[in-house]
């Protein structure tokens, strides 16, 4: 079993339309998750991290569920910049990541 | 924040030859600094994790002798790909980490995109 599932989509969604990316992890001794963007042929870029409490950042959100080991991304309003791979990311502490296949968003006008 | 850059940014290369791939932090000093390699449509994998000073730690199923780690500095880290073949084209992807939390954000470079024909 894959350490961390994504659904690899694409997901295509109209501009201004809300989307929503689940992730499961195996690792139960994870403590630390996080959303990062990875643009085509690009290196990926941190969006953000994702704490128990839920939180939020302008149009994303971000929570997780340590009983059901899933982490949530919902994206607001969508823009065309937002076409991109999310990748959900796991971490078990001291730097050490472990990336999903990725999400792909694609935003169309 | 803090920048990571990689050279070269991709690299043709005939096969059987070594390449070399820098990583450097530009503004902070990396106590840790980490290789990925990512194949299309994947997921970016941990390839080895290397500490200053001392030797790198491979993922399993990672051939250490084929891919050659160097950390010499809290600057400078370097991956080269001995003798590669068509298979080892890829995306490389190095990050760069400091030390003094739990959670040691990593910043990533640019990559590098390897073909060998």
């Known amino acids: 079993r894959k350490e961390v599932e994504q659904d690899p989509g694409p997901f295509n969604v109209p501009e201004g339309a809300t989307v929503a990316f689940n992730c499961t992890y195996s690792n139960s001794a994870s403590q630390s998750f996080f959303w990062y963007r990875q643009d085509c042929r690009k290196e990926p870029k941190l969006l953000m991290s994702v704490y128990s409490s839920g939180n939020e950042d302008g149009r994303f959100t971000a929570q997780l569920n340590r009983a059901s080991q899933y982490i949530s991304l919902l994206i607001r309003d969508s823009k065309l910049s937002d076409s991109a791979t999310y990748l959900c990311?796991?971490?078990?502490?001291?730097?050490?990541?472990?990336f999903g296949k990725g999400t792909m968003l694609l935003v169309s006008p | 924040g803090a920048v990571v850059s990689q050279h070269p940014s991709w690299v043709i290369c005939k096969s059987g030859t070594s390449v070399k791939i820098e990583c450097r932090s530009l503004d902070f000093q990396a106590t840790t600094m980490f290789w990925y390699r990512q194949f299309p449509k994947q997921s970016l994998m941990l390839m080895a994790t290397?500490?200053?000073?001392?030797?790198?730690?491979?993922e399993q199923g990672v051939e250490k002798d084929k891919f050659l780690i160097n950390h010499a500095s809290l600057t400078l880290s370097t991956l080269t790909v001995t003798s590669a073949h068509p298979e080892d084209s890829s995306f490389y992807i190095c990050?760069?980490?400091?030390?003094?939390?739990?959670?040691?954000?990593?910043?990533f470079g640019p990559g590098t995109r390897l073909t060998v024909l």
């Open positions: 990311v796991a971490s078990s502490g001291y730097s050490t990541l472990t």
């Open positions: 290397s500490n200053e000073g001392s030797k790198a730690t491979y």
């Open positions: 990050s760069a980490s400091t030390s003094g939390r739990l959670y040691n954000e990593q910043f």
